[in-house]
């Protein structure tokens, strides 16, 4: 339809060109005299009748031009819907899909890499991400330096689709991001993670779980009222999530987005900056929004400043020293090798990274246990 398309608009541009030099031939021709008043006028005429005939057939086939506009449509309709209405339907295809859990853990195994090229273009331009897939949880242990027992997780969210393919937790928030979705996506992390605090409570186990929230959902007032209706609806788990921001999302929130961030430090929630740099907020006007983890990528770091910014004199640690000074407790992230387990020993009492474990997914009996609905 496409080339149709195209090869009619090439046909009516090569015609009105026709035409406009049709009508300069017959004026140059009445300047020497070639031709009379009588001819030109029966030639001009015939140039406004062809045109007119142009227009009125453009103008009755425009509704057909227009149709393929309607699926594009139909996609915001789609990422217009409420984030609850799309978790409910997400919830219902991992319900239609069976899954194999194995009698261990709420952790398994540890995730699929990112996939590239036509995956990746597959994961932006999807229209029905949420119920062309499955969302698995992963949990990322965070570990006490002083006794290498894990006190939080930090969670993330990724899809696995229908064909076996997976989409990880960067791209999926690329695509919710782009897709209008990340509200969803968002509210959807809660949900697991919330049946996975309770599972970890039956255990004797009380870790609290880190759940990033996108910049998209801090302005949207009407996705932190859900939120925060869940949460109190789900009292025995809320106390144990925390609420991470990047500090590079941070700076980049809207007006609304900070009123949105002041909403949830009025109501007590508690919130974890990632990703921080050493040109950034006040570790202690963070305390007063109600911040209470002040985590610090080593490689990150290490690779912009040098490792020297990790000796005891050096930037890395006296911001550091000064977060733990203002009431923050520091994680160490990304920490993959025990050389690096030593850099930071002397300022970070929490740390994740691959030298500990890596993220493993959750069985999905645990994930898929009820919760109670926040209020319509």
Same mark, same amino acid.
């Given at each position: ?10 046909? !009516? ?5 026709? /035409? ?5 031939? %017959? ?42 506009? =309607? ?5 915001? =309709? ?18 239609? $899909? #069976? ?20 995956? %990746?273009?597959? #994961? ?14 992963? /949990? ?13 997780? =930090? ?5 696995? =689709? ?9 791209? /999926? ?8 979705? #990340? ?16 599972? @970890? ?11 990033? @929230? ?26 144990? !999530?925390?609420? *991470? ?13 900070? *009123? ?54 050096? *930037?890395?640690?006296? @911001? ?8 923050? $407790? ?47």
């Amino acid at each position: 339809m496409s080339t149709r398309r195209s090869l009619a608009t090439t046909v !009516m541009f090569c015609a009105l060109c026709g /035409l406009t030099v049709a009508a300069i031939c %017959v004026s140059i021709a009445v300047v020497y005299g070639a031709l009379d008043e009588a001819g030109l006028a029966a030639a001009l005429g015939i140039v406004a009748f062809v045109q007119l005939a142009i227009l009125i057939r453009n103008w009755r086939h425009a509704p057909a031009a227009a149709a393929p506009a =309607r699926p594009a449509a139909q996609t915001r =309709r789609v990422n217009g819907l409420s984030a609850s209405a799309i978790i409910h339907q997400d919830r219902a295809a991992n319900r239609r $899909s #069976a899954m194999t859990t194995k009698p261990r853990d709420a952790a398994e195994a540890p995730p699929d890499p990112d996939p590239t090229g036509d995956a %990746v273009e597959a #994961a932006i331009t999807g229209v029905d991400l949420l119920d062309d897939g499955q969302l698995d949880l992963y /949990l990322e242990p965070v570990v006490e330096l002083s006794g290498k027992d894990t006190v939080y997780y =930090r969670s993330h969210i990724a899809l696995r =689709r229908q064909d076996g393919s997976r989409v990880g937790p960067y791209l /999926l928030s690329l695509s919710a991001g782009r897709g209008g979705f #990340a509200p969803a996506l968002d509210l959807a992390l809660f949900r697991r993670v919330c049946p996975v605090i309770r599972h @970890l409570k039956a255990r004797s186990r009380r870790p609290g779980v880190f759940c990033p @929230l996108s910049p998209q959902s801090f302005a949207a007032r009407e996705v932190l009222d859900e939120l925060v209706q869940f949460l109190r609806a789900n009292q025995d788990a809320a106390g144990a !999530m925390v609420i *991470e921001i990047s500090q590079s999302d941070l700076a980049a929130l809207s007006p609304a987005g900070m *009123e949105g961030l002041a909403y949830l430090a009025e109501l007590g929630a508690t919130l974890s900056l990632s990703e921080a740099r050493l040109e950034g907020p006040d570790p202690a006007t963070l305390v007063l929004l109600g911040f209470r983890f002040f985590e610090l990528d080593v490689t990150a770091l290490a690779g912009d400043h040098g490792w020297d910014a990790f000796d005891e004199d050096g *930037e890395v640690c006296r @911001l550091a020293r000064r977060a733990e000074q203002a009431g923050l $407790s520091v994680i160490a992230a990304n920490v993959a090798r025990a050389e690096q387990l030593e850099r930071v020993r002397a300022f970070a009492r929490l740390a994740r990274g691959p030298l500990f474990a890596p993220p493993r997914i959750v069985r999905r009996d645990i994930t898929d246990l009820p919760v109670q609905a926040a209020a319509a």
